[in-house]
């Protein structure tokens, strides 16, 4: 049975897949990120189990993987198949597509791994049929995927999708990028997290506290929660402005609160419409299968591009 090997490199753990041309997971499998050895020894942990999902095909469909998608946190050169840099990871310019091709004998596509979640998003998951389409994880951080006819598109540098970093509240909180008052300071998981443990006191206190909170009735939790959807409603403003979205798809942790997320935001971001036409707002589908499901999605293009050049 032909197949690609799927593969989603993240700052703790590892996610892959065998992936049929149908987009179908065939297999999937998961181990830990030595993050701790250090780059060099991550990349042989990327490299070994490629080349173990490799043999698995063999073993279970007859045959080898035909191509292989991997999705990587940070700046990645798409076009060239490098891994430029990641703050988590501590890579620098890893020729991921060289790297993986000479060991699987295959071809070998790269992508972000936001941009690549997105791309799963748009063609399996929320945003299926949907022609232009936003998707936003709020994590950690907070980072978008515009996707355009079943495409997602890059930027002319590969750095399209910051909304993270609009600036939100010009005297709000000093960001790492060395803004003040960015939207992922104001309304990630772990800036509600952040601001929850100061307003309650409890130092361990997390955004999914403040969401159990606001749910049992808390005003002092309702306050910051409201405060973070009236911040990542303003993000979205100027998303939509900008980009004219037929539906936006929300991801992440934070997503995880569900209705407790999604009704005051859809309110809020409704209420500050004015000459845009107002997106849907829905929730993700394929929750942290994402970007492993997008990374057989390149696969398959890069297949179908060399049989079309």
Same mark, same amino acid.
């Given at each position: 049975m032909r197949h690609v090997i799927a593969l989603d490199v993240? !700052?703790?753990?590892?996610?892959?897949?065998? $992936?049929?041309? &149908? !987009?179908?997971?065939?297999?999937?499998?998961?181990?830990?990120?030595?993050?701790?050895?250090?780059?060099?020894?991550?990349?042989?942990?990327?490299?070994?189990?490629?080349?173990?999902?490799?043999?698995?095909?063999?073993?279970?469909? =007859?045959?080898?993987?035909?191509?292989?998608?991997?999705?990587?946190?940070?700046?990645?050169? &798409?076009?060239?198949?490098?891994?430029?840099? #990641?703050?988590?990871?501590?890579?620098?310019?890893?020729?991921?597509?060289?790297?993986?091709?000479?060991?699987?004998?295959?071809?070998? %596509?790269?992508?972000?791994?936001?941009?690549?979640? !997105?791309? @799963?998003?748009?063609?399996?998951?929320?945003?299926?049929?949907?022609?232009?389409?936003?998707?936003?994880?709020?994590? *950690?951080g907070i980072a978008a995927a515009i996707g355009i006819d079943?495409?997602?598109?890059?930027?002319?540098?590969?750095?399209?999708?910051?909304?993270?970093?609009?600036?939100?509240?010009?005297? =709000?909180?000093?960001? =790492?990028?060395? /803004?003040?008052?960015?939207?992922?300071?104001?309304? #990630? @998981?772990?800036? $509600?997290?952040?601001?929850?443990?100061?307003?309650? !006191?409890?130092? %361990?206190?997390?955004?999914?506290?403040?969401?159990?909170?606001?749910? #049992?009735?808390?005003?002092?939790?309702?306050?910051?929660? /409201?405060? @973070?959807?009236?911040?990542?409603?303003?993000?979205?403003?100027?998303?939509?402005?900008?980009?004219?979205?037929?539906r936006i798809v929300v991801g992440g942790g934070l997503a995880? @609160?569900?209705?407790?997320?999604?009704?005051?935001?859809?309110?809020?971001?409704?209420?500050?419409?004015?000459?845009? *036409? #107002?997106? /849907?707002?829905?929730?993700?589908?394929?929750?942290?299968?994402?970007?492993?499901?997008?990374?057989?999605?390149?696969?398959?293009?890069?297949?179908?591009?060399?049989?079309?050049?």
């Open positions: 993240g !700052g703790t753990g590892m996610k892959a897949a065998l $992936v049929g041309a &149908d !987009g179908a997971l065939l297999h999937e499998t998961r181990r830990a990120t030595p993050r701790e050895a250090g780059p060099e020894a991550v990349v042989a942990a990327v490299l070994d189990f490629a080349a173990e999902l490799r043999d698995t095909g063999v073993e279970k469909y =007859g045959e080898p993987a035909v191509a292989a998608g991997v999705a990587v946190p940070g700046i990645v050169d &798409d076009a060239e198949g490098v891994a430029v840099f #990641s703050a988590n990871l501590g890579w620098r310019d890893v020729p991921f597509r060289r790297l993986l091709g000479e060991r699987l004998t295959c071809p070998v %596509a790269v992508g972000h791994d936001l941009r690549t979640g !997105g791309l @799963a998003e748009g063609r399996l998951g929320a945003a299926r049929d949907v022609d232009r389409f936003l998707f936003i994880a709020l994590g *950690t079943g495409r997602i598109e890059p930027g002319a540098h590969g750095g399209s999708g910051e909304i993270g970093h609009i600036v939100v509240r010009p005297d =709000g909180p000093p960001c =790492g990028c060395g /803004q003040r008052g960015c939207l992922e300071r104001l309304a #990630s @998981a772990s800036a $509600v997290g952040e601001a929850w443990a100061t307003a309650c !006191g409890d130092p %361990a206190a997390t955004a999914a506290d403040c969401a159990k909170a606001v749910e #049992s009735g808390d005003p002092l939790a309702e306050a910051v929660w /409201q405060d @973070a959807v009236d911040a990542l409603a303003g993000g979205l403003i100027t998303g939509i402005t900008l980009l004219d979205p037929r995880e @609160a569900g209705d407790t997320l999604f009704v005051p935001l859809t309110r809020a971001v409704r209420v500050r419409i004015t000459f845009q *036409t #107002s997106p /849907q707002i829905v929730p993700a589908e394929l929750g942290d299968a994402a970007a492993c499901l997008g990374a057989g999605q390149l696969a398959w293009d890069l297949l179908a591009t060399e049989v079309t050049a």
